[in-house]
């Protein structure tokens, strides 16, 4: 089974900074089949990025994915309002399809 | 506009069974795998069960593999979710979401489960 282990566990920025979000896997991800999603309060998760890199439809461009192997980072430039939320990552590469345990983005 | 909606949650006693079930509209369900998604009260993701396309692969996390049992209706658009031999740790908010790349593409916004004596 492949563990995530995101970093950190919880951020705490203002409107307009840069979030930076790490996902680390106990071993490789087969394919970069890595993704994220974005959760808020009594709500399903919201697909933002698959394939590590690729953008869900309808997701701002402020929203980019990077990485490759075991280490991948989500990356959320001018943060908005809206963006404060829990930010999960889960590796479909290989059964049991395993998920972080997420990082909280919380307004300063 | 794609629409998965779960029902069949509820209170249930351990050591019971209850059988979840996820309607699905606006994709075309034949197309897509399927995956069952629980998070337990105040606890992130974590993936119970996927389906293929086809019906003809299955997969389980250790946590409920033996107990809990995917399978699908094409005909139906419906995804289903037998879950036995119910424990506390059960308990959580069951969604369902379609998989057309091994992801989860589209999420239903979920059913409780709840197992408490």
């Known amino acids: 089974e492949i563990v995530l282990t995101q970093s950190p566990g919880t951020l705490s920025l203002s409107p307009g900074e840069r979030a930076t979000l790490s996902c680390r896997a106990s071993?490789?991800?087969?394919?970069?089949?890595l993704a994220w999603y974005q959760q808020k309060p009594g709500q399903a998760p919201r697909l933002l990025i698959y394939?590590?890199?690729s953008r869900a439809t309808g997701i701002p461009d402020r929203f980019s994915g990077s990485g490759s192997g075991t280490d991948f980072t989500l990356s959320i430039n001018r943060l908005e309002p809206e963006d404060f939320a829990v930010y999960s990552c889960?590796?479909?590469?290989?059964?049991?399809?395993?998920f972080g345990q997420g990082t909280k983005l919380e307004i300063k | 506009q794609v629409q998965l909606v779960e029902s069949g949650g509820g209170v249930v006693q351990p050591g019971t069974s209850l059988r979840l079930s996820c309607a699905a509209s606006?994709?075309?369900?034949?197309?897509?795998?399927m995956h069952w998604v629980r998070q337990a009260p105040g606890k992130g993701l974590e993936w119970v069960a996927s389906?293929?396309?086809?019906?003809?692969?299955?997969n389980y996390a250790d946590s409920v593999r033996g107990r809990f049992t995917v399978s699908r209706d094409n005909s139906k658009n419906s995804l289903y979710l037998q879950m036995n031999s119910l424990r506390a740790e059960d308990t959580a908010v069951y969604y369902c979401?379609?998989?057309?790349?091994?992801?989860?593409?589209?999420w239903g916004q979920g059913t409780l489960v709840t197992v408490s004596s």
């Open positions: 071993q490789s991800v087969g394919s970069n089949s």
């Open positions: 979401a379609s998989s057309g790349g091994g992801y989860g593409d589209y």
């Open positions: 606006g994709i075309p369900f034949i197309k897509y795998g």
């Open positions: 889960q590796q479909y590469g290989s059964a049991p399809y395993t």
């Open positions: 394939g590590t890199s």
């Open positions: 389906i293929s396309n086809d019906g003809s692969k299955e």
